[in-house]
């Protein structure tokens, strides 16, 4: 079984030689042991954060450890007296590797037989509860509001584009890099509006495709999104501070948003969340998320990278927006 590890913790952009792939013996699952095999791994910018050595609302990455993060695989052999049977396939946390040997009690059964396995770690994973939390108890959105969504074309953002839609949003503005990924927000994810970050003038793009300004904006960026946001807020609107990968990769703290005293005069509330601090939402959610993917009034696009080997790849990917929708890793078969 081959695994990636982090060898030294990098400073700024992460380079190749901070990884490595290793070979690992798979032992046999113990009692109340399973050996999973990896199908699919989960990809995420929060992944970047654990690179680094600092307390966080999760531990970082160990060096010389096996990395970890979302994945699912199938139950390969189980020891004495584990509850989960071969052929299961299974949600877990030991990801970055082809093969898992886990507490069978640390799992959780996936039922495959409507939905993919892989939408577990997207749209019906924490991917699609983010951007439903997002707008419905961080950043609530009310009827004809108008909604703002940063990094829009991503797995998040693309769910949070039509869940704001659902939720009656009048006007739905998204932010992506470069032209194509623009025209899918508006073609494939029925946002009403684009807004190519790459082209600068973030503050006049916004102005020209939010004339009445903004209701709700959903930050996935940080920075100059969030500023700009900021000069085109309404009076009482809501920021939903989800992530900031703009600054991710930066090895100083960037400045604060110079606009940001104008929440004051705004009233605006800007609150930031953790999703694991509101998985009681996952069933309320889920159980909405399977009935609009089965009337396909709900589109979940995954961008797919083939084999352990170009995991890492497919991590330095996402971070510089080589996906649409969600980054996943696909282990084959045998
Ligand atoms: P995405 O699928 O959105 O992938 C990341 C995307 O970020 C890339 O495709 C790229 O798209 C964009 N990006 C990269 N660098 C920049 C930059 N400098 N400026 C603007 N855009 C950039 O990932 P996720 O949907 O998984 O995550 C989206 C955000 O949500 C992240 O900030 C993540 O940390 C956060 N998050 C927060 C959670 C929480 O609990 N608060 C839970 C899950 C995610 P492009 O081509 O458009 O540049």
Redesign the pocket.
């Known amino acids: 079984s081959r695994e990636w590890q982090l060898i030294a913790r990098p400073v700024g952009q992460p380079r190749p030689t901070d990884f490595r792939l290793l070979r690992a013996e798979v032992a046999d699952p113990g009692p109340g042991q399973i050996l999973v095999r990896n199908t699919w791994l989960s990809v995420?910018?929060?992944m970047r954060g654990r690179m680094d050595d600092v307390p966080s609302y999760i531990p970082p990455f160990q060096l010389n450890e096996p990395m970890t993060g979302s994945a699912v695989g199938v139950v390969t052999a189980v020891g004495d007296g584990a509850a989960v049977p071969v052929g299961a396939v299974v949600l877990h946390f030991a990801g970055w590797r082809e093969y898992a040997l886990l507490d069978a009690s640390k799992v959780q059964v996936l039922d495959t037989t409507k939905v993919s396995a892989q939408a577990f770690l997207g749209v019906l994973g924490?991917?699609g509860l983010?951007a439903y939390v997002g707008l419905t108890e961080i950043a609530p959105v009310k009827e004809g509001d108008v909604v703002f969504i940063?990094?829009?074309?991503?797995?998040?953002?693309s769910i949070a584009g039509q869940i704001a839609k659902k939720l009656g949003a009048s006007r739905v503005i998204g932010?992506?890099?470069?032209p194509q990924?623009v025209k899918r927000l508006i073609e494939d994810y029925g946002f009403d509006a684009g807004i190519d970050?790459r082209e600068g003038d973030l503050v006049g793009q916004l102005k020209r495709e939010a004339p009445n300004g903004v209701d709700v904006y959903f930050d996935?960026?940080g920075?100059d999104?969030l500023d700009a946001a900021l000069v085109s807020m309404n009076l009482f609107g809501r920021i939903a501070l989800?992530?900031?990968?703009?600054a991710?990769n930066e090895s100083a703290l960037p400045p604060g948003p110079p606009h940001l005293p104008l929440a004051i005069g705004k009233s605006l509330t800007l609150r930031?969340?953790?999703?694991?601090h509101h998985m009681k939402t996952a069933p309320e959610y889920i159980g909405k998320a399977v009935g609009w993917l089965a009337e396909g009034s709900l589109r979940a696009d995954e961008t797919v990278v083939e084999g352990i080997e170009n995991a890492l790849d497919a991590f330095f990917g996402?971070?510089?927006?080589?996906?649409?929708?969600?980054?996943l890793v696909r282990l084959p078969e045998s």
């Open positions: 995420d910018p929060y924490t991917t983010t940063s990094g829009a074309a991503g797995a998040v953002g932010s992506a890099g470069g990924k970050y996935n960026v920075g999104h989800c992530g900031a990968i703009s991710y930031g969340f953790t999703i694991g996402l971070m510089s927006g080589a996906n649409t929708g969600k980054m």
